[in-house]
């Protein structure tokens, strides 16, 4: 893997952190970004071999730092194929610390299980079922509870607090790996967001903006500006396939208004928090009523992101709103086509509605998956610390520094001045979105059950057009939650 790499492909490997999390999955990746990248990267490969030698040698150092007393065996389990490594960040980050690890302990034999990620699902669920899951093992959010309760997982809060790296985790990236006040999982692999404001900079500074407008009122200015001088409306945005409006707007929306604690009580399913709840009720009132003010374009319930997000590469539309997957496929686009457009690119978090009260510089991104430990492995203390050992080195901050260099990624343990400098202005910017200058939330639809969103986003579609209101809608995921997921 090349450590400079051009910004089309370091922008199209940030889909993969974030399939996991949203509806979007397999059907949304840039296409057009592998060929051209792989023809001008071949240039650069013999240049950037030796500094890519030297930093795993770097890596490898510190993997060796760790003295252990295990010499058995260790089952790990995951899904970092070698096919999916290729041009995959997260991926290749993972399988490159794997490796460095195994060479520093070279008396602990780690037995990898590796599986495509669909088969990986089905397999590590049968068994969890059977009881016999392996040592070491990528553990999914919304299994955390159920397998928690059962036994099945080690209770890694004293682990995870004691670690070397704590003061550097990322502690949101924890939510999906807790029940009550204890952790389960060390989160791994890299993190893109669902939802960011992508904008033309030269098109709203023409309408009088510097940036993208931190409040909705001066968008709906901006859109009689932009209507008036030959635009079809102001925000591109795209919900045909129904899930678009819970990932790419709601959880971030929802978080505006409830605040983070609420989602974590909703994961818990403790009874402290409730979809009828009344911050939760006025973040859908707030989503039907900006869908009806006439600044999105009309048609967004019947037009996927893919379609959307061509308004905007068309310059019919200044703004666009989606995921990190569309930022890589309008970058990839925009670079190939018109250089301009590329280098006017503009990220800002939703606009915050005038009667939300919580953080209003959150975006949802998220770590769809964990480092988890067999509750079982406990009962042989040197290989649990040679367990422990492995998922704080995968997660910390060898594996943080790798994918930032080379792809401009970012995992749990942060970065302290990260060198972007081989990369353009655009990818750096999209990376400081991500991981720098906003506030984490949770991606809805990453956990709970799908029964419960399938009723959300059903009725989603109905509000955003007008049909039906706040408190029906919150009332009916409300029940759709208590029957799928309080009783399991």
Same mark, same amino acid.
């Given at each position: 893997?090349?450590?400079?790499?051009?910004?089309?492909?370091?922008?199209?490997?940030?889909?993969?952190?974030?399939?996991?999390?949203?509806?979007?999955?397999?059907?949304?990746?840039?296409?057009?970004?592998?060929?051209?990248?792989?023809?001008?990267?071949?240039?650069?490969?013999?240049?950037?071999?030796?500094?890519?030698? /030297?930093?795993?040698?770097?890596?490898?150092? /510190?993997?060796?730092?760790?003295?252990?007393?295990?010499?058995? =065996? +260790?089952?790990?389990?995951?899904?970092?194929?070698?096919? =999916? $490594?290729?041009?995959?960040?997260? $991926?290749?980050?993972?399988?490159?610390m794997i490796a460095n690890w195994e060479e520093a302990h070279p008396d602990i034999t780690l037995n990898q299980n590796v599986l495509a990620n669909d088969e990986y699902k089905t397999q590590i669920a049968t068994?969890?079922?059977?009881?016999?899951?392996?040592?070491?093992?990528?553990?999914?959010?919304?299994?955390?509870?159920? !397998?928690?309760?059962?036994?099945?997982?080690?209770?890694?809060?004293?682990? @995870?607090?004691?670690?070397?790296?704590?003061?550097?985790?990322?502690?949101?990236?924890?939510?999906?790996?807790?029940?009550?006040?204890?952790?389960?999982?060390?989160?791994?692999?890299?993190?893109?967001?669902?939802?960011?404001? +992508?904008?033309?900079?030269?098109?709203?500074?023409?309408?009088?903006?510097?940036?993208?407008?931190?409040n909705w009122d001066d968008v709906k200015k901006a859109d009689e500006y932009f209507k008036a001088n030959g635009y079809d409306g102001t925000i591109a945005f795209g919900n045909g396939g129904q899930w678009q409006?819970?990932?790419?707007?709601?959880?971030?929306?929802?978080?505006?208004?409830?605040?983070?604690? !609420?989602?974590?009580?909703?994961?818990?399913?403790?009874?402290?928090?409730?979809?009828?709840?009344?911050?939760?009720?006025?973040?859908?009132?707030?989503?039907?009523?900006?869908?009806?003010?006439?600044?999105?374009?009309?048609?967004?319930?019947?037009?996927?992101? =893919?379609?959307?997000?061509?308004?905007?590469? /068309?310059?019919?539309?200044?703004?666009?709103?989606?995921?990190?997957?569309?930022?890589?496929?309008?970058?990839?686009?925009?670079?190939?086509?018109?250089?301009? /457009?590329?280098?006017?690119?503009?990220?800002?978090?939703?606009?915050?509605?005038?009667?939300?009260?919580?953080?209003?510089?959150?975006?949802?991104?998220?770590?769809?998956?964990?480092?988890?430990?067999?509750?079982?492995?406990?009962?042989?203390?040197?290989?649990?610390?040679?367990? @422990?050992?492995?998922?704080?080195?995968?997660? *910390?901050?060898?594996f943080a520094s790798y994918v930032a260099e080379n792809y401009a990624l970012g995992g749990l343990t942060k970065v302290a001045d990260v060198d972007l400098s081989g990369f353009d202005e655009v990818t750096q910017?999209?990376?400081?979105?991500?991981?720098?200058?906003?506030?984490?939330?949770? @991606?809805?639809?990453?956990?709970?059950?799908?029964?419960? !969103?399938?009723?959300?986003?059903?009725?989603?579609?109905?509000?955003?057009?007008?049909? *039906?209101?706040?408190?029906?809608?919150?009332?009916? +995921?409300?029940?759709?939650?208590?029957?799928?997921?309080?009783?399991?």
């Open positions: 893997m090349k450590k400079k790499v051009l910004s089309v492909l370091l922008a199209s490997t940030m889909v993969a952190g974030i399939l996991a999390g949203c509806g979007s999955s397999s059907s949304t990746e840039a296409p057009a970004a592998d060929a051209s990248t792989e023809a001008a990267a071949a240039d650069t490969e013999a240049a950037e071999e030796a500094s890519t030698e /030297a930093a795993a040698e770097e890596d490898t150092e /510190a993997a060796d730092s760790a003295e252990l007393a295990y010499t058995g =065996e +260790i089952n790990l389990m995951h899904y970092s194929t070698s096919e =999916e $490594s290729e041009g995959n960040g997260g $991926s290749d980050g993972f399988r490159t068994m969890a079922a059977a009881g016999d899951l392996p040592d070491v093992f990528l553990l999914q959010g919304m299994n955390t509870k159920s !397998w928690a309760a059962q036994g099945l997982i080690l209770d890694m809060t004293d682990i @995870i607090k004691d670690s070397p790296y704590y003061a550097d985790y990322n502690q949101d990236y924890f939510t999906p790996f807790k029940d009550g006040d204890k952790l389960y999982g060390l989160p791994v692999l890299t993190g893109g967001t669902c939802t960011v404001v +992508i904008y033309d900079k030269a098109a709203w500074k023409d309408a009088g903006f510097d940036s993208f407008p931190d409006a819970n990932s790419d707007f709601l959880s971030t929306l929802g978080d505006r208004y409830t605040g983070k604690e !609420w989602f974590q009580h909703i994961i818990d399913g403790d009874g402290e928090a409730s979809f009828t709840d009344d911050s939760f009720v006025s973040a859908l009132q707030f989503m039907q009523d900006i869908f009806q003010s006439g600044i999105f374009n009309s048609d967004f319930n019947s037009v996927t992101n =893919e379609d959307a997000r061509e308004y905007f590469i /068309a310059g019919d539309y200044p703004a666009f709103i989606g995921g990190n997957w569309d930022e890589s496929y309008i970058a990839a686009t925009l670079q190939a086509d018109d250089e301009e /457009a590329y280098n006017n690119l503009g990220f800002a978090v939703l606009p915050q509605p005038a009667d939300a009260t919580e953080d209003a510089n959150s975006q949802n991104i998220g770590l769809g998956y964990a480092m988890a430990i067999n509750s079982k492995v406990a009962d042989d203390p040197d290989k649990l610390a040679a367990c @422990i050992d492995f998922c704080e080195y995968v997660t *910390g901050p060898e910017a999209f990376y400081n979105y991500s991981y720098v200058d906003t506030t984490p939330c949770e @991606i809805y639809d990453s956990y709970v059950d799908p029964a419960v !969103w399938s009723v959300c986003n059903t009725g989603l579609q109905e509000l955003m057009n007008g049909t *039906g209101t706040a408190k029906d809608l919150a009332a009916d +995921i409300q029940a759709a939650y208590e029957e799928n997921y309080l009783k399991k």
